[in-house]
């Protein structure tokens, strides 16, 4: 098969190739690392987070993100009942869209629906499953990689040409920085997010015994197939009340609501490694999520994932938004441009 090298980079120490599209069109990992030895893997397809590796005080490293070694495995899950989206970026339009429709300026759109008869994650296909572009990789002090994509008018029936940037930086601060950019030619909604599958212990282990603190008071109620209700739900006496910590649930799907921008949203404590990590966000809600219907799956380093091996935080605005006037606006209007950043900090104690 004939590779198509679209990407500017010459392949070198840092970039290696990842596979092939169904296409032929080539995939690659950027790897970056900061001054304290924390290493970023990346790939473009997807903009997906394959490994993040945190160097402990016992001289042993953890990768505290789930993912593939193979471009197939990635590729072969989306074909799964409910697709996992490992480390994937998540978009247009993050969480579920009830009945794949909404309405803007007085038009109503029916997005692909791809959830019972709901959208989700973008649809059918989405920002995870096509390929970015690499615009630059900086491997000097903060490095980061910087990735594009241009969604086309209509694609999966939104509006509008959505032209968007995502950088992820490796902060000498040892954050995991992901700012997303985003500006249209047509009046549309956005709201995207990363999902990555967190384990402080490394990805061959369970979070059932790591620590979550989410600093929120309430959650979305929602439907028996996931869809907000519009109401909250208090979480005084609730089992998902988080406010101070508790050990990681083996099960939950619910959006949290944030109510200070960039204080701190949500963390996780490892207390076998000492590490933590704490997720701050400029977005109005962070998505937990521990879980899923995959049974198991085969992992990197032929680890076998199961349901408790990660715990996604996804910071975002709130699910089927454009269709809840009370719910923070997710428009994007031509002109304006969507701004959010999230950061994942790491500390061992
Ligand atoms: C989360 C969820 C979904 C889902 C998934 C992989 O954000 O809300 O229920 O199955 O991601």
């Known amino acids: 098969m004939k590779i198509k090298q679209e990407s500017h980079f010459i392949t070198n120490s840092e970039t290696k190739l990842f596979g092939l599209m169904p296409d032929g069109e080539a995939i690659f990992a950027y790897q970056i690392s900061n ?34 070694d193979n471009l197939g495995a ?3 899950s989306f074909d799964l009942e409910s697709a996992p989206y490992l480390g994937a970026t998540v978009g247009r339009f993050a969480g579920r869209i009830g009945d794949g429709t909404f309405s803007l300026n007085d038009k109503i759109f029916h997005l692909n ?34 990735l594009t994509y241009l969604s086309p ?5 939104y509006p509008g040409n959505l032209s968007v940037e995502l950088i992820y930086t490796l902060s000498e601060g040892n954050e995991l920085i992901i700012e997303y950019s985003a500006t249209t030619t047509e009046d549309t909604i956005v709201n995207l997010t ?27 109620e929602t439907t028996t197939e996931n869809i907000p209700t519009g ?10 009340d988080f406010s101070l910590p508790k050990k990681c649930p083996l099960k939950i799907d619910n959006t949290f609501v944030l109510e200070y921008k960039n204080e701190l949203s949500a963390a996780l404590f490892n207390k076998k490694n000492n590490l933590k990590m704490s997720v701050y966000t400029d977005q109005p809600a962070v998505h937990i999520y521990v879980g899923g219907n995959c049974g198991t799956i085969l992992g990197k380093e032929k680890v076998l994932y199961h349901s408790s091996s ?16 009370h719910f923070p606006d997710a428009v994007l209007k031509t002109g304006e441009m969507y701004c959010h950043k999230t950061r994942y900090k790491f500390e061992i104690f």
């Open 231 to 240: 109401n909250f739900v208090d979480l005084k006496n609730h089992p998902f």
């Open 310 to 325: 990660g715990i996604c935080f996804e910071a975002q605005n709130f699910p089927d938004a454009p269709n809840q006037a």
């Open 153 to 157: 008018n209509e694609e999966e029936n």
């Open 113 to 146: 629906k791809n959830n019972n008869k709901h959208s989700l994650h973008g649809g059918t296909i989405g920002f995870s499953q096509v390929v970015w572009k690499v615009k630059n990789v900086n491997y000097g002090e903060n490095p980061s990689i910087t």
């Open 35 to 68: 001054k304290n030895g924390i290493k970023l893997e990346v790939i473009n397809y997807g903009a997906t987070v394959s490994s993040l590796k945190i160097p402990l005080k016992n001289g042993e490293v953890a990768d505290v993100v789930l993912g593939f």
């Open 74 to 76: 990635y590729l072969k």
């Open 194 to 220: 990363h999902h990555s599958y967190f384990n402080l212990d490394g990805h061959k282990s369970n979070i059932s015994d790591q620590e979550l603190t989410i600093n929120s008071k309430k959650i979305l």
